[in-house]
């Protein structure tokens, strides 16, 4: 157990963790923050979580964003951090409360230069309610790196908050594997060349049976297979074109630095460098139609904001933990079994 000691009526933290579950290597404290390191048991993965309290003043929550910012990039491995950070994002966090616009830039600022994403939170829409009810504020989400959504499948429930004023939050967090992901079909593919002679050459040798429902499946399941062997051999072909440019412009920069340059060679760097932008062009594109963000809004070609969308959706729309009968379930199979009763009216 570590702890950092109340100031006043507020400020007192506490950390608790199983021993057997995690094996603390080092402690850093701060006036308003306690982090843990250490290793998950049964892994090498590096693990920091971080407590923390940040006063409702403007000053020191600056103060308090810029040491977590340090901490963060020092120290390697996983991260998570829970606590109550008395700000919200957006306006739609505060009802009945005010919203201080000025401070939710500076702790949205914080947020994404330090690469944290926060978990969609089930149960309660709100963290934080007064004792008569008027006022709500979701002033305590739950912040994780983008390595430990990738390699955790989690829930996040706001537990009943009955005589406290702050709910209780329960973060589940399990490793499991749900099967392949689906088959996603990006815009980018369908204006290369060859992808409509490879649907034709299915189309014209699909044999049609007697059910028309399972002649549709079978025709689109041909078709996606079909895809994927075009793509992985197109992708392959990019990647090494890509590859020859990079160096060739590569090489020819070296020269510019000795001597002026041939119109041949000018002709070399400037096609290199075409194939090379065409190519993050098409990557870039990819991502804005996975993460499913509105390209005229973005004003910029920035992959990692795309990365972050996208993991951002992936821990929204997945459905990792259900909860049955009151208790909480993570078998992909149990879970899977389980969303068939919903929907069949079992449960």
Not at 132 to 158: H, Q, R, T, W, Y
Not at 288 to 316: D, P, T, V
Not at 333 to 338: I, L, M
């Amino acid at each position: 157990m570590e702890l950092v000691d109340a100031q006043g009526r507020s400020g007192g933290l506490v950390m608790i963790w199983d021993p057997s579950v995690i094996k603390r290597t080092d402690t850093v404290k701060g006036e308003f923050f306690v982090t843990i390191t250490g290793s998950i048991e049964g892994t090498k993965e590096k693990l920091n979580v971080c407590n923390v309290y940040v006063p409702n003043d403007v000053q020191k929550k600056r103060i308090i964003w810029m040491e977590l910012s340090r901490l963060k990039q020092r120290l390697e491995g996983l991260w998570l951090l829970a606590g109550d950070f008395n700000e919200v994002m957006v306006g739609e966090d505060r009802m009945n409360s005010k919203f201080d616009a000025f401070g939710a830039v500076i702790f949205n600022k914080f947020i994404a230069d330090a690469g944290l994403l926060e978990y969609h939170m089930s149960g309660s829409r709100f963290t934080f309610m007064t004792e008569s009810g008027s006022s709500m504020s979701k002033i305590e989400p739950i912040l994780v790196c983008d390595s430990f959504m990738n390699k955790s499948c989690a829930k996040l429930e706001a537990l009943p908050r009955y005589l406290s004023d702050h709910n209780p939050l329960l973060l589940s967090c399990t490793i499991k594997d749900y099967g392949p992901v689906p088959f996603r079909l990006y815009n980018s593919w369908v204006s290369k060349e060859g992808m409509d002679e490879v649907i034709k050459s299915v189309l014209e040798n699909h044999v049609n049976g007697e059910d028309w429902m399972k002649n549709m499946g079978a025709l689109l399941k041909r078709i996606k297979i079909k895809i994927k062997e075009w793509r992985k051999a197109e992708k392959e072909k990019e990647e090494k074109e890509v590859y020859k440019a990079k160096k060739r412009v590569e090489e020819i920069e070296l020269k510019a630095e000795k001597h002026i340059l041939k119109e041949k060679e000018r002709e070399e760097i400037i096609k290199g460098r075409f194939i090379i932008r065409k190519h993050e062009k098409q990557k870039i594109a990819d991502l804005k139609q996975k993460a499913k963000i509105n390209w005229a809004r973005l004003g910029g070609e920035n992959s990692g904001f795309f990365h972050k969308m996208i993991n951002c959706r992936k821990s929204r729309n997945r459905i990792n933990i259900i909860k049955i009968d009151g208790r909480n379930i993570s078998d992909p199979k149990e879970v899977k079994e389980g969303i068939m009763k919903v929907f069949k009216g079992d449960i």
